[in-house]
C-alpha cells in the first residue's frame, strides 16, 4: 500500500515538472488502450491525418526527423483508430476536436493518452490544415471552425463567418442558470467582460453542436484561460467554470455528436494553463503600456486588433493600470522572441551582433596578418638573413 501511495506522488510530481496535453478519444466502437501512453506532437499529427484519411501526415509546421520514431509511438495508440472492412470506405463519416486551454491538471482526468505538448495553438494549426485539405479535395464536404465567440464555415474552400446566436444578457443569464442549475452560477457577473465571455461561449458551444450537419466541428475554447487570468486558478470563478466546462463536454457536446453518427469520432484536447513567472516581463508590459502603446481596453479588443497577438504571444491585463491588455509575446526558440505590437516580428538583434562582432574580428585577424607579411617582406636581402662565418684557422 505504501508503495502504490510513493508511486502516485512521484507521478503527480513528474507530471508537474514535465507540462502535457491529455488527449481524449471517443468513437462508437468504444475501443481503449490498456496503458496511457504519451506521444510527441509529431506523432498525433499522424494518428490525426490517419484516422481522417488525409494524405499529408506532415503539416507544414511540422518537419518529421525521426519517422521511425513516431511511427512506434502511432503503434502505441492503433487500437485507437477507427476499424473498417471496406478499403474504399471513409473511416469516419464525423468528426468533432475539442480543444480546451487553461485546464488546472489535464492528468486529473480520464485520458485515452498524452503529448508531450502544452501549447494550443499548436494543435489548432494542425487539426486546420488537416481540415483545410479535407475541403480542399473533397467538395460535398464542409466543416465549422468555432474559435473566440465567432464561427466560420469553410465549404469549397471558400470562408464564410456565420450568423451566430446574440443573447441579451437577461436572456443569456436564464440560459446559463436553466441549464447548470447544478453549479454555483452565481459567482459569475454578465456585467464583467471575462464572465461575459464565458457564459456566452458555453451558451454558443452548446447551441452549435446540437446542430446535426454533418460538417467537421472544431472548436478551440479559451474563455477558461481568460478566467484564470483574470482571478487565479483558486478562484471560485475558475473552479466553478472548469466544472461547467467539463459538464458541458462529457453530457452535452460529445453525446450530441456520437448520437448524430454512426461512425463518428470525437477528439478532445485539453491543454494545461501556464503562468507566467517572469517578473522582468511583467516591468516591460507596465513601461509599454505606460507609453500608451498597444493598451487596449478590454481582452477581446486586444485579441481582434492584434489577431490574437499573431498566434506567438497572448494578450495580458497590465496590474498597474486600468483596463489596459497588452500582448505578451513568446519565445521564437531557445535564442529569439517575438516582439512588435501583435508580437509579428522575431527580434534577430544578438544574432545580428553576433554576426557583426565576428565579421568585424575575422576582418582585423586578416589584416593583422597582412601587414605582419608585408612588413616581413621589407627585411634586407629580402628578409633572409644571412649568417657570416668566421675565417678558418690552421
Not at 85 to 93: A, G, H, P, Q, T
Not at 109 to 118: G, H, T
Not at 342 to 361: E, H, K, M, R
Amino acid at each position: 500500500m505504501k508503495i502504490i501511495s510513493l508511486t502516485t506522488v512521484v507521478a503527480t510530481l513528474l507530471t508537474s515538472v514535465f507540462a502535457r496535453s491529455s488527449v481524449h478519444i471517443t468513437s462508437n466502437e468504444k475501443s481503449s488502450l490498456t496503458s496511457q501512453p504519451e506521444i510527441s506532437l509529431n506523432a498525433f499529427s499522424m494518428f490525426y491525418s490517419h484516422i481522417m484519411d488525409s494524405s499529408s501526415s506532415r503539416p507544414a509546421f511540422l518537419r518529421l526527423q525521426d519517422s521511425n520514431a513516431q511511427m512506434g509511438e502511432v503503434e502505441t495508440i492503433s487500437p485507437l483508430f477507427p476499424q473498417s472492412n471496406d478499403l474504399f470506405e471513409k473511416k469516419v463519416d464525423g468528426n468533432l476536436v475539442v480543444i480546451i486551454s487553461g485546464v488546472n491538471a489535464p492528468e486529473d482526468y480520464d485520458a485515452s493518452f498524452y503529448v508531450s505538448d502544452d501549447t494550443p495553438e499548436n494543435y489548432v494549426s494542425l487539426v486546420e490544415e488537416t481540415v483545410d485539405e479535407i475541403v480542399q479535395n473533397n467538395h460535398d464536404v464542409g466543416a465549422i471552425l468555432y474559435k473566440n465567440e465567432e464561427a466560420v464555415v469553410k465549404y469549397n474552400m471558400e470562408s464564410h463567418k456565420i450568423v451566430t446566436p446574440q443573447f441579451e444578457k437577461e436572456d443569456l443569464v436564464y440560459n446559463f442558470n436553466k441549464d447548470f442549475a447544478d453549479f454555483y452560477t452565481e459567482v459569475f457577473d454578465i456585467n464583467k467582460e471575462v464572465d461575459r465571455k464565458f457564459i456566452t461561449e458555453v451558451e454558443m458551444i452548446k447551441d452549435l453542436t446540437q446542430n446535426e450537419s454533418n460538417m467537421l466541428k472544431v472548436i478551440q475554447v479559451e474563455s477558461l484561460k481568460a478566467l484564470a487570468q483574470e482571478y487565479g486558478m483558486d478562484s471560485k470563478q475558475y473552479k466553478e467554470g472548469e466544472l461547467i466546462m467539463k459538464e458541458l463536454v462529457e453530457k452535452s457536446v460529445i453525446p450530441n455528436f456520437q448520437a448524430a453518427f454512426t461512425r463518428g469520432i470525437s477528439v478532445m484536447i485539453l491543454t494545461p494553463y501556464k503562468q507566467e513567472k517572469n517578473c522582468k516581463r511583467d516591468v516591460k508590459l507596465s513601461a509599454l503600456a505606460a507609453e500608451g502603446v498597444s493598451c487596449y481596453k478590454t481582452l477581446e479588443s486586444c485579441r481582434n486588433s492584434t489577431s490574437d497577438c499573431s498566434g506567438h504571444g497572448q494578450c495580458t491585463k497590465v496590474q498597474e493600470k486600468k483596463d489596459c491588455y497588452v500582448c505578451q509575446c513568446q519565445q521564437a526558440s531557445a535564442t529569439k522572441k517575438y516582439i512588435g505590437d501583435s508580437c509579428q516580428y522575431i527580434d534577430a538583434v544578438g544574432d545580428f551582433q553576433l554576426l557583426f562582432w565576428t565579421s568585424v574580428l575575422l576582418i582585423v585577424i586578416t589584416a593583422s596578418v597582412v601587414v605582419c607579411v608585408y612588413q616581413s617582406g621589407n627585411i634586407v636581402d629580402g628578409g633572409i638573413i644571412m649568417t657570416q662565418s668566421l675565417p678558418k684557422q690552421d
